[in-house]
């Protein structure tokens, strides 16, 4: 019989912004969710539902990751689409766990644990690299990762590392359909069987449509059997693939599977799980298909994203820095009721600029508005407010000589495919404005709505007459690069000198969910 979730109303993505490879598990009338982040910080994000519809963010794993000086911007090397990766979060005998790998040198993993998930987060161990790791306690005590294809390792009972000796092997082969990726272990036991998912290509399907499989055994060595339990193509992106499945309190299953979506990024999907007579874990409504209620809104993101007026001493759970900050160059303090950004490098692109402030971009539509208090900049001095990916679109406020100019911009960035270091930015400034006052409004408005992938610009001296500035930008999601969804970033940086800096009274965050009047406007 199929559940009551296949019938509910609610519209996908549940969750219109880049939180991709979820791993998520529940303790009591709650559920936890991990997601990707990599070279942001802080990372590892924790975020909390009762309904698997509404999440809100409630801690972040580690503040920051300091395995050498690509996480710092140094060096010629920068993080972009490596650090924390396809984490994995267990509750075992009332602790939390959390595993991810970092990719890219030392080539060793993390295990954190918490007794509250809302922190503090404490580091247990550095165990080697492997990737894409599910974490497993069995019932006897041992504990394992599912990683890579179909790869098992035993780690120790106090998890500080791999156990010498123990079970280390590979526990299925690739079936001939199964050429093409294979990856994005998420593992549950149930009635005595063990439950492998992992991410599937069809290359039988042009396009090569993305799946979820399941892999099924009786002993966790194996040997394991294999079905296709979500095959489906979801509006014009393609198929949806790499999640996991997770209980409701009332016995009730969830599919939570992430599907990629153009510029905005990697989207969770909500579905019902229903488990067949025989025993396997079938996803989506009784047709196979993603759930998808049109006639009602998008799941508001406002436990995810949001506006802040920063009159907090410490910065809200929204935001994440662009790589390690350098915590002595911003203030919430100084300037009590602003977010202060002080020059902290002198550098030659947006893309090492210390201290860029970010938060998602969400769909299908957003709106962005920052209020820019430019005082405190000096000659060199860049600040300003960007739709921020691999190509980026760019409000630079430019601080030359005596003269403050507004600059509308795209920025392509080009990396060294050795070192993934900034090879250069290929910048085009499109449209200049003259600057007279000493406060500016800078807004950014995206469309990710099928076919759009677009930013646009505009600005304001007072707040109430807005003007458009350049031209569209198309958002790209590219896993060559930056490898993440678009994402709003402020930031300020110096090419000349150091001791500027830029106050930012606020930053009004608006998506198509609270029936915003100018959102609204914009697509009509």
């Given at each position: 019989m199929?559940n009551t ?5 609610y519209r ?7 939180v991709p ?22 990372g ?8 698997m ?15 050498g000086?690509r ?6 090397s920068t993080?972009?689409g490596?650090?924390?990766w396809a984490?994995?979060?267990r509750?075992?005998?009332g602790k939390f766990y ?6 890219g040198?030392?080539g060793r ?6 007794e509250?998930?809302?922190?503090p ?7 080697c ?7 497993f306690?069995d ?5 394992y990762?599912?990683h890579?294809?179909g790869?098992?390792?035993e780690?120790?009972p106090?998890l ?7 079970i280390?092997?590979q526990i299925f082969?690739r079936d001939?359909d199964e050429q093409?990726?294979?990856?994005g ?6 009635d005595g069987?063990?439950?492998?998912l992992?991410?599937s290509?069809d290359?039988?399907?042009?396009g090569?449509?993305?799946?979820e499989?399941?892999?099924r055994?009786d002993?966790i060595?194996?040997p394991?059997e ?15 693939g ?12 969830y ?5 990629d979506?153009?510029?905005v990024g990697r ?7 229903t488990?067949?007579?025989?025993g396997?874990?079938?996803l989506?409504d009784?047709d ?8 009602v809104?998008?799941?508001s ?15 809200s759970?929204?935001w ?6 350098i915590?002595?160059a ?6 009590p ?8 490098r002198?550098v ?6 210390p201290?860029t402030l970010?938060?998602?971009?969400g769909?299908?539509v957003?709106m962005?508005?920052?209020h820019?208090?430019?005082?405190g ?17 760019v ?10 100019y507004?600059v509308?911009s ?5 990396f ?12 085009e400034?499109?449209?200049?404005i003259?600057?007279?006052k000493?406060t500016?409004?800078?807004r950014?408005f995206?469309d ?6 677009f930013?646009?610009?505009?600005y304001s ?19 060559t ?6 994402k709003?970033?402020i930031?300020?940086y ?7 800096y830029?106050d ?12 915003h ?8």
């Amino acid at each position: 019989m199929w559940n009551t979730l296949t019938f509910a109303q609610y519209r996908n993505p549940i969750i219109y912004a880049d939180v991709p490879d979820m791993s998520v598990c529940r303790v009591g009338d709650y559920f936890y969710m991990i997601s990707t982040t990599m070279h942001l910080m802080p990372g590892a994000p924790i975020m909390r539902s009762t309904d698997m519809q509404h999440w809100e963010t409630i801690s972040y794993v580690f503040p920051r990751i300091d395995d050498g000086p690509r996480y710092n911007l140094l060096e010629d090397s920068t993080a972009y689409g490596q650090g924390q990766w396809a984490s994995s979060i267990r509750y075992h005998k009332g602790k939390f766990y959390v595993w991810f790998s970092a990719n890219g040198a030392p080539g060793r993993g993390f295990i954190y644990t918490a007794e509250n998930p809302e922190g503090p987060w404490t580091l247990l161990s550095r165990p080697c690299h492997h990737h894409d790791g599910s974490l497993f306690f069995d019932d006897d005590g041992r504990v394992y990762l599912f990683h890579g294809t179909g790869q098992l390792t035993e780690l120790k009972p106090d998890l500080s590392d791999v156990l010498p000796g123990g079970i280390n092997c590979q526990i299925f082969e690739r079936d001939a359909d199964e050429q093409g990726l294979l990856e994005g272990s998420s593992v549950i036991k149930k009635d005595g069987k063990y439950y492998l998912l992992m991410i599937s290509m069809d290359w039988s399907i042009p396009g090569r449509l993305r799946r979820e499989v399941c892999y099924r055994a009786d002993s966790i060595t194996g040997p394991y059997e294999k079905r296709v339990i979500l095959k489906t193509a979801f509006e014009s992106y393609g198929g949806v693939g790499q999640g996991c499945i997770v209980d409701g309190k009332n016995g009730e299953w969830y599919g939570l599977i992430f599907q990629d979506r153009g510029g905005v990024g990697r989207v969770p999907c909500l579905m019902p799980c229903t488990w067949t007579e025989d025993g396997w874990p079938m996803l989506g409504d009784a047709d196979g298909n993603i759930p998808n209620d049109t006639s009602v809104p998008y799941t508001s993101l406002s436990g995810i994203c949001g506006s802040d007026n920063f009159d907090s001493p410490e910065l809200s759970l929204y935001w994440q820095w662009n790589h390690n900050p350098i915590d002595e160059a911003w203030s919430l303090t100084e300037n009590p009721g602003y977010l202060r950004l002080k020059t902290a490098r002198v550098v030659d692109n947006l893309y090492l600029a210390p201290n860029t402030l970010t938060q998602r971009m969400g769909g299908p539509v957003c709106m962005g508005t920052i209020h820019l208090d430019i005082c405190g900049m000096k000659d060199g001095d860049i600040a300003g407010f960007c739709a921020f990916n691999g190509d980026s679109g760019v409000l630079s406020v430019v601080k030359d000589k005596k003269s403050t100019y507004l600059v509308m911009s795209e920025q392509k960035s080009v990396f060294n495919c050795q070192t993934h270091g900034i090879e250069r930015v290929d910048v085009e400034n499109i449209e200049f404005i003259p600057l007279k006052k000493k406060t500016i409004y800078l807004r950014v408005f995206g469309d990710f709505r099928p076919n759009q992938d677009f930013a646009y610009f505009y600005y304001s001296l007072d707040g109430k007459d807005w003007k458009s500035i350049g031209r569209p930008v198309k958002m790209i999601f590219d896993y060559t690069r930056v490898f993440m969804g678009s994402k709003f970033a402020i930031f300020n940086y110096a090419t000349k000198q150091l001791g500027g800096y830029v106050d930012i009274d606020s930053f009004d965050y608006n998506d198509l969910t609270s029936g915003h009047p100018d959102l609204q406007s914009l697509l009509d």
